[in-house]
């Protein structure tokens, strides 16, 4: 399925070696432990820190400058940028942030974000998504139903679905949020499903979005996907706030 | 003011040089010099081509593919990925298909996605907007207005608008869509003032929405947003069909 997770994670051409290191210091940056307008250690000490050679770390470095992370000033080094520079589009950044202390009030965001555009995404599948589109958001479904109460598999099928609108939707800029959408919702439905533990009612919001896209009920299926997310964004706030 | 567009170019750390060349790469791939799944010409090639060395080519293509435009095969040369691997988000990829043929078909899409985020964002701003993040908004209208039929003023002016209003959201995502809107409404707006030439109606709809903004009307700056979009739309709607 073309929603599978891994398969986004593993697109990227860079060596496992410079990868490790690209998520070693992605981390230490996200989560203040090379604080924002400060320098970065040299590529020098970053190498001989993680064993690697400083072309490996060169790499890393641009990499990391390409996610917004940092910014490499002539003579002076590389420092890390501000976290308003951050490329939250970026699933690797969006990940390390989500797995830091901040991953509650992101998630929040993430959803109005969601708020934003899904329901339009929904609206656009229900006008033109074809035969074969609209199937594959129905298996999603179908494979929500059957995972039952096995949690993997529940979250499997459940990014499958909103992943499956997008692409019904035929608009590009929606298709080109699947990187983003699968990352976000692997945090966020592993929440809501564990505080909520409500999985009748979430198969129930997911079937009537299924059912007026299916019907090609634009209104409706904007709607219904108003009030899954709606109902996503009660059980986030209803969540135990992490220390901060 | 920061949604000066010319920041955005010059915040990456790339050589003059290699943009230059991931530029030239870039729009051969999108404008279909280089077809999808075929394979682009050896770096030792590009080099010679382009007339340098083979290690900016290197940094070029990984740049390309950090973009979604080539994936490497080891042992089998750099390729070209499917159209729907091309990274929308990224400002470069837009532009550089913004400038080829297919322009009007994105940005219908395009703003198909701005009706999903804007309106959402104006009701966010209107929400919990502050002090200084509406004044911005306003400050913005103002140099509109004080544009008159000035179109390059107008135009600077017009997308400050846009990107004052995903600031004062207070969203993250919202603000990192930035770049692209920034991008986008170059283009969008250029064509929508050429077609439409009704300067005053558009001042108009951005004064209204604009003003539901400053008196914290949530629902009003939502539906405001809403209706200048769909002009927008309408606009692009009657616009001459390039030739495909």
Redesign the interface.
């Known amino acids: 399925m073309s929603a599978s997770p891994k398969k986004e994670e593993n697109?990227?051409?860079l060596g496992r070696v410079t990868r490790t290191i690209v998520d070693a210091i992605g981390e230490a940056i996200v989560t203040g432990q090379y604080p924002p307008e400060e320098l970065v250690p040299s590529e020098a000490e970053l190498a001989a820190q993680h064993g690697s050679s400083r072309s490996v770390l060169r790499?890393a470095i641009?990499?990391l400058?390409?996610k917004g992370l940092v910014?490499?000033r002539p003579r002076r080094g590389t420092s890390v940028t501000e976290p308003?520079?951050w490329?939250?589009?970026d699933p690797d950044v969006l990940r390390w942030i989500l797995r830091s202390d901040f991953s509650l009030s992101?998630l929040l965001?993430?959803t109005?974000?969601r708020?934003?555009?899904e329901?339009?995404?929904a609206e656009?599948a229900a006008k033109r998504g074809s035969p074969a589109e609209l199937a594959a958001i129905e298996r999603s479904f179908d494979a929500m139903v059957a995972a039952g109460s096995d949690d993997d598999a529940l979250l499997v099928a459940d990014i499958a679905f909103h992943i499956a609108i997008l692409d019904a939707s035929g608009?590009?800029?929606?298709?080109?949020l699947k990187p983003l959408v699968t990352t976000a919702l692997r945090f966020s439905i592993g929440l809501t499903n564990e505080v909520a533990k409500d999985y009748e009612g979430s198969a129930e919001a997911h079937r009537q979005l299924l059912q007026a896209i299916c019907r090609h009920d634009a209104r409706g299926s904007r709607r219904a996907s108003e009030r899954l997310l709606l109902d996503t964004r009660a059980v986030i706030l209803k969540a135990p706030q992490p220390a901060q």
């Open positions: 697109k990227s051409s790499e641009k990499v400058n390409a910014t490499a308003s520079e490329n939250l589009f992101l965001e993430f109005e974000v708020l934003g555009f329901p339009g995404a656009l608009n590009r800029f929606y298709r080109r």
